[in-house]
């Protein structure tokens, strides 16, 4: 069974029509989960600063000073 994440908070849901159904705080334009398009790592690499962590979760957590939005975002 496929696992899918959210850009913004690193959530895992089992369909895409469960992720995209519910709202994401951690959106900033305040809106509703987004598909993360990448496939599931071992490591993930924020693309604007380079800094890697061990799940999207994590990463999605952090605050990056180079990144329009402030919040780290994953690279695919």
């Known amino acids: 069974m496929a696992n899918f994440y959210c850009k913004w908070c690193g959530r895992k849901y089992s369909s895409v029509s469960s992720l995209t159904a519910g709202s994401c705080s951690a959106n900033p334009d305040g809106k509703k989960h987004e598909l993360y398009e990448g496939s599931e790592k071992s490591e993930y690499t924020c693309k604007f ?3 890697e962590y061990s799940s999207l979760t994590s990463l999605t957590m952090g605050t ?3 990144s329009p939005t402030k919040k780290h975002q994953p690279a695919l």
């Open 49 to 51: 600063c380079g800094r």
């Open 64 to 66: 990056c000073p180079k």
